[in-house]
């Protein structure tokens, strides 16, 4: 499979973490994974795991499933965007299940997911979400009761009333009149 010389390069920088209870699925990964370039790859059997190994690896970018014992991603995903203990709270998620139904990847997504595949999982399916994460990296939003990825895909004109701060100030900018200059009458 030919990716163009960008991708191929950055997936043979690029330390993957891979976060699955199942070992057979976690060597498919790491096949579809070493198939594409990637050379440096860490495996994890759950959550918990993954986050010991988080504190011995610099990892770029986490492929875990969704449904595992102990804990599963989406307890994973909630603790790398909110723990104080979270070594990168911008680390890509890219969450990986067979429950695709609507309200789950909406789950995911508030969650702080960065992107999702429907199991079963192709190459293609991987290496596209992949390079949307490297890539195409979506900016960080912080609100009083989420963090994570920007959860809008679409850009759409907004037609409301605008409650940003610093659109107001924009705004309020733009329809203040300048400041004339006052004219002095001294010595007439």
Known sequence: MSLGPINEAR???????IVEDSQPMREVLRALLQAIGVKNIVDARDGNHAI???SEYQIDVIITDWVMEEMDGLELTRWIRNSEHSPDEFLPIIM???????HRIEMARDAGVTEFIAKPLTGIGLVQRLVAVIEHPRPFVRTDNYFGPDRRRKIEPFDGEERRASELRDRDARQTPPPTKAHSHAGS
């Open 11 to 17: 997936f043979q920088r690029l330390t993957v973490m």
């Open 52 to 54: 010991r190994k988080l």
């Open 96 to 102: 990986v299940s067979g429950h695709t139904e609507a």
